[in-house]
T-cell receptor, first 113, second 113 residues
Framework: QQQVKQSPQSLIVQKGGISIINCAYE??????FPWYQQFPGKGPALLIA?????SEKKEGRFTISFNKSAKQFSLHIMDSQPGDSATYFC????????????FGQGTRLTINP | ETGVTQSPTHLIKTRGQQVTLRCSSQ?????VSWYQQALGQGPQFIFQ???????GRGNFPPRFSGLQFPNYSSELNVNALELDDSALYLC????????????FGEGSWLTVV
């Protein structure tokens, strides 16, 4: 019940295209869903996050879509650029108790120029 | 830059030895968490400290221990190192007043030989 499943494992998109990464969770107590971007040799950087009271959140080229009934959420990167090439992790946590993030397995995104 | 600083950045230890990793949290953040990230995987929650006490623990053995100091900085100690402990160790800081927003440092790469 603590798992977050992420797909695909790897993704190749042409420059200017839309990158889409999907995540699914089981624990309905999760109430915070962030996405992190990680470059090789660096720590994860918070990209965008959403709470289940909204179905979509957009920040620049990055959008999270959230489907509470399906227990799924996804990251869309519009106009993908070579600089977006990185590993992306979805995560989930609960407001109650320790602020523990449960991470997906990660998606290695490559944007071809 | 997240304001979370970790040291050392890289270190090599021998199986059976002990290691101490250090973290300074972002200014104003009173909660520190530690995560282990094995190569090619998502970060795994080790434990969290709040007000100098452990406030939640993941599925890690007791040889993983920690401290939080009055200035909110923290240490992660690992005793009796095993080869499987080779990983990137990430410190994350947050504030109880900022919801679940969690920021990571760049990590400490530990290699056990």
């Amino acid at each position: 019940q603590q798992q977050v499943k992420q797909s695909p494992q790897s993704l190749i998109v042409q420059k200017g295209g839309i990158s889409i990464i999907n995540c699914a969770y089981e624990n309905t107590a999760f109430d915070y869903f962030p996405w992190y971007q990680q470059f090789p040799g660096k720590g994860p950087a918070l990209l965008i996050a959403i709470r289940p009271d909204v179905s979509e959140k957009k920040e620049g080229r990055f959008t999270i879509s959230f489907n509470k009934s399906a227990k799924q959420f996804s990251l869309h990167i519009m106009d993908s650029q070579p600089g977006d090439s990185a590993t992306y992790f979805c995560a989930a946590s609960m407001h109650q108790g320790a602020q523990k993030l449960v991470f997906g397995q990660g998606t290695r995104l490559t944007i071809n120029p | 830059e997240t304001g979370v600083t970790q040291s050392p950045t890289h270190l090599i230890k021998t199986r059976g030895q002990q290691v101490t990793l250090r973290c300074s949290s972002q200014s104003g953040h009173n909660t520190v968490s530690w995560y282990q990230q094995a190569l090619g995987q998502g970060p795994q929650f080790i434990f969290q400290y709040y007000r100098e006490e452990e406030n939640g623990r993941g599925n890690f053995p007791p040889r993983f221990s920690g401290l939080q100091f009055p200035n909110y900085s923290s240490e992660l100690n690992v005793n009796a190192l095993e080869l499987d402990d080779s990983a990137l160790y990430l410190c994350a800081s947050s504030s109880t007043g900022s919801g679940n927003t969690i920021y990571f440092g760049e990590g400490s790469w530990l290699t056990v030989v």
